[in-house]
Each structure stands twice: as structure tokens, then as C-alpha cells.
């Protein structure tokens, strides 16, 4: 069974950073994309920043210049690196990823179960 598992949310000062990692794991074939989307409350979900296979990154207005995405594919994990953190940043952080897999077959999309975010003095 397929899972993504993700680590480092929690509460920070506005100005600090935090490092959100997910992991990929179970019978996996391959992982085409992998990503973060966000959800504040009362709003929708939104992406935050993508990583393809192959090719550039892509990044959502409000986060550029301030978050990075990165992969290891050898791990099959995906890191969001967060500095100048604001308060409109406080979200539950999902990541997600496009994968083939023994469970699912080809490019089906499977989310991790989401870490919290909160960015607050």
C-alpha cells in the first residue's frame, strides 16, 4: 500500500523558517510529479510549489523567492524548504504525489495526510 508520510509543521515566529520533508513509500514503480498544496481555514486548497521528474519547478506567486522544493529520487521524498515565514502562511501543508504503482497502476495521485503550519508571534 502506497503511503506519503510527512514531517516538520509546527509553530514559528514570522521572519523564521521550517523544513516540511514527505516520503513516498510502498510498491512504487516510479513518481512523475511531486508537490505541496496548503489549506488555511474558511479557504481552499491551494498549490504551493511543484517539482517535476524532469524539468523546472513551479512555485505559486506568494511563496517565491521565499520557499524551495526540492526531491531525492533515490529516497522518493520531497522537501519544502520555508524561510521568511508571514502569518498568511499558516496552513495545513500537503504534499502530494503522481505515481505508478502496484496498488493503483499508472499516474494515480496520492496525498499525504496533511501537517500543520503556523506562523504567529
Known amino acids: 500500500q502506497v503511503q506519503l508520510v510527512e514531517s516538520g509543521g509546527g509553530l514559528v515566529q514570522p521572519g523564521g523558517s521550517l523544513r516540511l520533508s514527505c516520503a513516498a513509500s510502498g510498491s512504487i514503480f516510479s513518481i512523475n510529479a511531486m508537490g505541496w498544496y496548503r489549506q488555511a481555514p474558511g479557504k481552499q486548497r491551494e498549490l504551493v510549489a511543484v517539482?517535476?521528474?524532469?524539468?523546472?519547478?513551479n512555485y505559486a506567486d506568494s511563496v517565491k523567492g521565499r520557499f524551495t522544493i526540492s526531491r531525492d529520487n533515490a529516497k522518493n521524498t520531497v522537501v519544502l524548504q520555508m524561510n521568511s515565514l508571514k502569518p498568511e502562511d499558516t496552513a495545513v501543508y500537503y504534499c502530494?504525489?503522481?505515481?505508478?504503482?502496484?496498488?493503483?497502476?499508472?499516474?494515480?495521485?496520492?496525498w499525504g495526510q496533511g501537517t500543520q503550519v503556523t506562523v504567529s508571534s
Open positions: 502530494n504525489a503522481d505515481l505508478t504503482s502496484r496498488d493503483r497502476g499508472p499516474n494515480f495521485r496520492y
Open positions: 517539482i517535476p521528474s524532469a524539468g523546472s519547478t
